[in-house]
């Protein structure tokens, strides 16, 4: 799978296969737009790992849920920016990353 080109399809099924090295190809193949999101939106570096761990879990967890009608890397977006609105909620931040303002 080492190609020019990723092929996500072949790398998909080989991930619900279970194999691991499929697994690490498939971060690596979105690592730059799941952690271009969050840092668009989290204040600090230091909870980037954290998210970006947490949004790779919740993906692959949900792997099954998954049915190729839109592209991946949008689908791993919505988990993307849940999980980010949540922890942006639990840290009493904004999504943009600013401190809330209570009214």
Request: hydrophobic fraction near 35%; glycine fraction near 2%; charge should be positive.
């Amino acid at each position: 799978m080492s190609s020019e080109r990723f092929d996500e399809a072949a790398c998909l099924c080989l991930v619900r296969e279970g194999n691991e090295s499929a697994c690490r190809e498939l971060v690596e193949h979105l690592y730059p737009a799941v952690i271009r999101i969050v840092r668009a939106h989290l204040p600090r570096r230091e909870m980037e790992e954290d998210l970006d761990q947490e949004v790779f879990m919740k993906m692959f967890a949900r792997l099954s849920q998954y049915r190729q009608n839109v592209p991946l890397q949008h689908w791993v977006s919505r988990i993307n920016k849940t999980q980010t609105r949540c922890l942006c909620h639990k840290a009493k931040l904004s999504f943009t990353g600013r401190m809330r303002v209570p009214h």
